[in-house]
């Protein structure tokens, strides 16, 4: 196994250990939370530019990838709309965005093409990363004494109450709902298909 491709290995552990985390709660647990998502998410950005730049690009890896990003990303709006940060027809559109992106490309696959993933599908996934981090990062830092400057900093952008989660939430909402359109607009062919 390659570098790049146990980097994605290890993103897949890592959400374990979120999870677990996540559901052990308390302190102790939202910081395990927070750690390992935010270790999760750099992996998910250094992984594909390790295996472009070391000519590394894989068949396991092209699975793999979208794979760990989808089980990431899901486990952890499932958890934020069980805490109430999300609503939960935003984790249900989500989602469904994912099945229906792996379904078209399953299809793709059938008909001897590739749908690759475009910018809109990018940003869509920083911006989620933005939200979930942001929600962690308010449950970790909660507790702490906002007496200290750095920690009401911290408060101040994480705030659900303030402007980074919720705009950032909306923004990934409206990025998914157009990036999936645009998946069902490249691939209306294979749809149109008898």
């Not at 750690?35 to 000519?55: E, H």
């Not at 691939?187 to 298909?193: E, P």
Request: hydrophobic share 55%; aromatic share 10%; net charge positive.
């Amino acid at each position: 196994m390659n570098v790049p491709n146990a980097i994605t290995v290890s993103r897949l552990f890592l959400t374990g250990i979120f999870v677990a985390g996540a559901s052990f709660g308390g302190t102790a647990g939202h910081w395990v939370a927070l750690v390992s998502f935010v270790v999760a998410a750099i992996s998910d950005f250094l992984d594909g530019y390790l295996a472009r730049r070391m000519g590394l690009v894989t068949p396991m890896g092209k699975l793999l990838d979208p794979l760990a990003d989808k089980v990431l990303v899901c486990s952890a709006f499932v958890y934020l709309s069980a805490e109430g940060f999300c609503p939960v027809w935003v984790t249900v559109l989500i989602l469904a965005r994912e099945f229906l992106v792996t379904g078209l490309r399953q299809i793709a696959v059938e008909a001897g093409r590739v749908l690759a993933a475009d910018r809109l599908g990018k940003w869509k996934t920083g911006l989620q990363l933005t939200f979930c981090i942001t929600c962690l990062v308010w449950l970790a830092f909660e507790p702490l004494d906002p007496g200290n400057p750095l920690v009401r900093l911290i408060h101040h952008l994480s705030d659900p109450a303030g402007w980074l989660q919720p705009a950032s939430m909306w923004l990934a909402l409206g990025l998914t709902l157009l990036s999936g359109w645009h998946y069902l607009w490249a691939s209306r062919d294979l749809l149109a298909a008898k």
